[in-house]
């Protein structure tokens, strides 16, 4: 299984709403990202976890919440979102703390009102 | 300047067509060289990657890096409409820390 597995793979939210971006991998691989990409852009990275802790944090507002339950899951959690925070997110994970070679899972697109 | 450096686009070629799609860089601790292939709607896809200077084929792909001059390209023979497609080129440097940096992608049309 060379699959990264994102759901949903669309989501709508008000400003108000809670809600959480999920991600699975079967790779065996220990490390696993957030990336946000607006349209016409490149990806920009959020958190990194290696080895199920949080090794990166791009100084990413605290209304976006990561959690690492297992190293198979990767979990975004949502809360008082911007409409400028809608965008394609994206998942990714390597084999280790090694950035070059990234599965991406095909992301949630997420539109705040 | 940036760090990364990718020609803008889009870019429209017909079918059969050899393209060459480059990235110029600044940073010279960049040691892995990556070239992602992403889909409308879709993710990025891993397409070549190269460690250091070299060239590194596969089919009708083929990835150079020249760190002299801090320049990567990827060529595409025999160009296909599927693989119209936007061609993200990426860097990182060697370390525990280390993270991608992409060039801004360009946009790659194949006409039939």
């Known amino acids: 299984d060379t699959e990264v597995t994102q759901t949903p793979k669309h989501l709508v939210m008000g400003m108000t709403n809670k809600k959480s971006l999920k991600c699975e991998q079967h790779?065996?691989?220990?490390?696993m990202y957030w990336y946000k990409q607006k349209a016409k852009k490149p990806p920009e990275l959020m958190f990194v976890?290696?080895?199920?802790?949080?090794?990166i944090n791009e100084s990413v507002p605290s209304r976006f919440s990561p959690e690492c339950p297992n190293s198979s899951l990767l979990n975004l959690h949502l809360h008082a979102l911007q409409p400028e925070d809608s965008a394609l997110y994206l998942c990714?994970?390597?084999?280790?703390?090694?950035?070059?070679?990234?599965?991406f899972g095909s992301g949630t697109q997420l539109s705040v009102l | 300047q940036k760090e990364v450096e990718q020609d803008p686009g889009p870019l429209s070629v017909p079918e059969g067509a050899i393209v060459s799609l480059n990235c110029t860089y600044s940073?010279?601790?960049?040691?892995?060289f990556m070239w992602y292939r992403q889909y409308s709607r879709k993710g990025p896809e891993l397409l070549m990657y190269?460690?250091?200077?070299g060239n590194k084929e596969d089919g009708r792909f083929t990835a150079q890096v020249d760190k002299s001059s801090k320049y990567i390209s990827l060529f595409i023979r025999d160009s296909q409409p599927s693989d119209s497609a936007t061609y993200l080129c990426a860097m990182s440097e060697s370390g525990a820390n280390s993270k991608l940096t992409f060039g801004k992608g360009i946009t790659l049309s194949v006409r039939p």
């Open positions: 990714a994970s390597s084999q280790a703390r090694v950035s070059e070679k990234l599965f």
């Open positions: 976890y290696s080895y199920e802790k949080l090794s």
């Open positions: 190269t460690y250091s200077s």
């Open positions: 940073n010279s601790a960049f040691q892995y």
């Open positions: 790779m065996g691989h220990r490390a």
